[in-house]
């Protein structure tokens, strides 16, 4: 039997998620009985979140040294709550109750790792994201949309980006330290299916 560690998924969420999560994890480890002298500090935690807070609003503006700058503590953040959860493990033992305690949550029993419908990697150049679809049996074509809605509900909402005949699209031209949403919906030879379920993605 596996034992119940840590869920690592705060990796892939964008950086208005993890300022949220990572707030909520120092939230619960305050005054926590079963984590009292956590490593790294809540004060290093709580000057890496501000820190990285910052970063988010200065890279609004698109300057391309601000992006940059998000990137790294972004990356830097991400790594002092990864080295907070190998002291959470410690303490909690695989106890589920124990690390839900923490404000993390655990692994499953047992752990099905199914990929995504849609994934949304950035690409090699600032502005631009590589999307990564599930495979759909008897695909015909792929139809790729995006929209810079807040909330994109009405079809409307939605322009096109292209059509491929494999599951992958690279988008450029996009403006970096805005949020895009991005969707797809297959072509078979019996119709067109519904969209899938749309991802957002910080453009850096």
Known sequence: MKVLKVLLNFATFSV????????????????????????????????????????????????????????DHNKASTLLFRHLTHYVDKLAKGDETKILSSGFSPTKQPITIEKAVLTVANGKNSGTVHLYAKAYLKAGAYKWEKSIKENPLLDSDWEPITITTQSNCYVEDLTPATYV????????????????????????
């Open 16 to 71: 208005s998620e993890k300022i949220m999560f990572f707030r909520n994890i120092m939230l619960k480890l305050t005054g926590n009985p079963i984590y009292l002298d956590p490593d790294p500090t809540l004060a290093e935690l709580k000057l890496s979140v501000d820190e990285l807070e910052l970063a988010m609003l200065a890279a609004q503006d698109g300057g391309h040294i601000a992006i940059l700058a998000l990137h």
């Open 181 to 204: 949403y991005f969707r797809y919906c297959v072509v078979t030879p019996t119709g067109i299916t519904d969209y899938f379920p749309s991802v957002r993605k910080l453009i850096i």
